[in-house]
């Protein structure tokens, strides 16, 4: 059964009150840091990131890690030096550091040998208040794949206590960020919107799909020298309140979607249908139209089978909102 999960996000051309909103993410552009990196698998040097697997053998996850930071602070070492490195040659978004972590590994269908950095969030999140994520992306000129699948999950508790070795961590991200990523020489916005049910305390990054959700393409050929999963670097990761509101404006839309979440179809309710409000349009997140129709009744019944699982905006008449699917 498809299963898609709609959340309701009003936007307004008019009445903004647009406020600055403190990043929650702690470090979140991996600047700061204890020591220099000068091997791989030493995340924990970044300040307050870590790497939510445990190896069998340690208790620690400041010892034996896996997961990757890349700073310029020391030069003497080419392994995880910026912007060179073992894994090729990229400057940081901003500043001198970011994080590397293997996304897939085309082993065990897929499954094998995933890499996540975590992060304790500088307050807790507050039940019903949105949440902006962002943050930018690059796949490593070594790295043999890419794919189509960038998450990210909010837990009350770090996920270090349900993963102790390096698989799939078996939890299902708030965001999820559908689109093949394979340039390496930029770096790629991966945003998204969440709504808090206010017990949020940490923020994981990676890729929580099984292999074969994973969309993985071969990027090099086997005589190009590669390391043999999808391998990418995270820079200027931020979490911010929603601060644009739009109250007054808010109280004029009539409109509902619903149910949420939705299981194979919405129900719009609409009880002005006349003149522009007729028109509903639902879009991908690339701009294509998927579903075009217009409202001719108080309440319109809406199949969704024939959308793949993934992330849609709606458009109402004159007027714009937007409803964010996830899986």
């Known amino acids: 059964m498809l299963r898609i999960t709609l959340k309701i996000v009003f936007a307004f051309c008019l009445f903004f009150n647009n406020v600055s909103a403190q990043n929650l993410v702690p470090n979140g552009s991996f600047e700061n840091f204890t020591n220099c990196p000068n091997t791989f698998g030493q995340i924990y040097r970044a300040d ?65 040998f995933r890499e996540y950095i975590e992060i304790k969030l500088s307050q807790t999140l507050v039940a019903n208040k949105k949440y902006n994520l962002k943050y ?15 998450d990210a999950h909010l837990s009350n508790d770090s996920l270090l206590h349900s993963s102790t070795n390096l698989i799939k961590i078996p939890v299902t991200p708030q965001f999820e960020y559908y689109g093949r990523i394979n340039d390496t020489l930029n770096w790629v916005q991966v945003a998204g919107s ?9 923020l994981t990054l990676g890729n929580f799909h099984d292999g074969i959700d994973s969309d993985s393409m071969q990027e090099l050929p086997p005589n190009v020298p590669q390391f043999g999963f999808a391998y990418y670097y995270i820079d200027d990761v931020s979490l911010v309140e929603d601060t644009i509101t739009g109250l007054e404006e808010e109280r004029k839309i009539s409109l509902q ?33 998927r579903i075009n129709t217009a409202l001719l009744l108080e309440t319109t019944i809406i199949p969704l089978q024939s959308l793949p699982v993934g992330v849609y905006y709606w458009k109402w008449g004159e007027e714009m909102g937007k409803i964010v699917v996830i899986k």
Do not use: M
């Open 48 to 112: 307050d990131w870590f790497q939510p697997h445990k190896y069998p053998w340690s208790n620690s996850v400041t010892f034996c890690s896996s997961s990757d930071y890349y700073n310029s602070c020391d030069d003497s070492t080419s392994f995880v030096s910026v912007p060179t490195s073992q894994n090729g040659y990229q400057f940081a978004h901003t500043g001198t550091a970011y994080a590397g972590i293997c996304y897939y590994f085309f082993l065990q269908n897929g499954n094998a």
């Open 136 to 150: 930018y992306v690059s796949l490593a000129n070594r790295s043999r794949w890419s794919i189509t699948r960038f």
């Open 194 to 202: 969440y709504t808090a049910i206010g017990t949020e305390n940490y």
């Open 257 to 289: 979607v619903y149910p949420n979440p939705s299981y194979e179809s919405i129900q719009v309710f609409n009880p002005n249908v006349t003149g522009s409000n007729k028109l509903f349009k639902i879009v991908d997140q690339f701009g294509l139209e």
